[in-house]
């Protein structure tokens, strides 16, 4: 362990201590009934909503897993981190004169923002800022899809991270208040591509399909000021792993932020596939995953295990 860890007023020591309370946390969650699997992209209702699955990967290299967490799911909007890191290594600071980093303090989807603000979104992990962000990629790279897969798949270590065409197709179909984003930030100026060509790459990069074990291993480089732990090497600068996390604490989990931080005190994002993920600076990444969601749409016994373990082990940053 990089820190001492003390659970119930013990010290936990062996590597048994922590997959025993994961298992006892796990358990615990799945007696949580509550929730419904996200519908209004229909290839997501047809998860099997029983799954469940907690990772925890320390900065020192340790990967405790227990329940489904070999399975693939759709990571939605997890994959906003994944598109941000390179528009923010494209764009640099002028990124944010297009996007702001503010809370919204709205749901995920909401529209009424974007025109009071003029088709500015107020941070890039709601919709419309990950469509502003997915926008920067598409005039960026000439092939942005083949830009996030690698990062994606050297990030994970596996080569098999892939894009489920089934959920992406179907987002496409379904997709009506997104279109309905990208064209209202077009119509302020604020979108430079084809609205087609952009909605493509976003709902293609929502499709994206990892394992919990996948997400947590992937993302420990923000718990490490942007060096990964497994590969050493740096992913990003300390200053802008640092400003990921900001915006994934006071945005991360959509409106349900505030709570997020003063329960579980984090930085951490959330996806309707049911996918969470929280960085826990200088200590490592804990990744859950079950397909109901609650009101937020945030997945019900995700919120929970993060909440335990993360409460047992004292990780809040605050
Ligand atoms: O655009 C959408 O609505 C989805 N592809 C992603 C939304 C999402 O994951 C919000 N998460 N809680």
């Known amino acids: 362990m990089t820190r001492d860890l003390v659970s119930g007023g013990q010290y936990i020591h062996a590597p048994d201590d922590l997959n025993r309370l994961l298992q006892d946390i796990y358990d615990e969650a799945l007696t949580i009934k509550q929730?419904?699997?996200?519908?209004?992209?229909?290839?997501?209702?047809?998860?099997?909503?029983?799954?469940?699955?907690?990772?925890?990967?320390?900065?020192?290299?340790?990967?405790?897993?227990?329940?489904?967490?070999?399975?693939?799911?759709?990571?939605?909007?997890?994959?906003?981190?994944?598109?941000?890191?390179?528009?923010?290594?494209?764009?640099?600071?002028?990124?944010?004169?297009?996007?702001?980093?503010?809370?919204?303090?709205?749901?995920?989807?909401?529209?009424?923002?974007?025109?009071?603000?003029?088709?500015?979104?107020?941070?890039?992990?709601?919709?419309?800022?990950?469509?502003?962000?997915?926008?920067?990629?598409?005039?960026?790279?000439?092939?942005?899809?083949?830009?996030?897969?690698?990062?994606?798949?050297?990030?994970?270590?596996?080569?098999?991270?892939?894009?489920?065409?089934?959920?992406?197709?179907?987002?496409?179909?379904?997709?009506?208040?997104n279109s309905a984003l990208a064209h209202l930030m077009k119509s302020f100026g604020n979108i430079e591509s084809d609205v087609d060509e952009l909605l493509d790459h976003y709902f293609w990069q929502c499709a994206l399909t990892m394992t919990c074990e996948n997400l947590a291993r992937s993302l420990t480089f923000l718990a490490n000021d942007g060096v990964c732990p497994f590969s050493k090497k740096e992913i990003m600068s300390k200053r802008d792993s640092q400003r990921i996390n900001a915006l994934l604490s006071t945005s991360g989990m959509y409106d349900q932020s505030g709570e997020f931080a003063f329960t579980v005190g984090v930085p951490a994002k959330s996806g309707v596939g049911g996918g969470i993920v929280a960085i826990v600076p200088d200590f490592g990444v804990i990744a859950a995953w079950s397909p109901k969601l609650n009101e937020y749409g945030n997945s019900a016994r995700g919120m929970f295990m993060v909440r335990e373990l993360a409460n047992k082990l004292g990780l809040s940053v605050y």
């Open 35 to 177: 929730g419904k699997v996200a519908d209004y992209i229909p290839a997501l209702a047809a998860v099997n909503p029983d799954y469940c699955a907690l990772t925890l990967a320390t900065l020192d290299g340790e990967v405790f897993n227990v329940g489904d967490t070999k399975q693939q799911f759709s990571i939605q909007s997890v994959s906003k981190i994944f598109g941000l890191m390179l528009a923010m290594e494209r764009l640099g600071d002028d990124l944010w004169q297009r996007v702001k980093m503010e809370p919204s303090g709205q749901a995920f989807n909401s529209i009424v923002q974007l025109e009071w603000e003029k088709g500015i979104p107020r941070n890039p992990m709601i919709n419309a800022g990950a469509i502003l962000v997915s926008d920067v990629l598409v005039s960026h790279y000439s092939a942005s899809k083949n830009a996030v897969l690698s990062l994606v798949r050297s990030l994970c270590g596996n080569d098999r991270i892939y894009a489920n065409d089934e959920v992406h197709q179907s987002e496409k179909e379904h997709g009506h208040r």
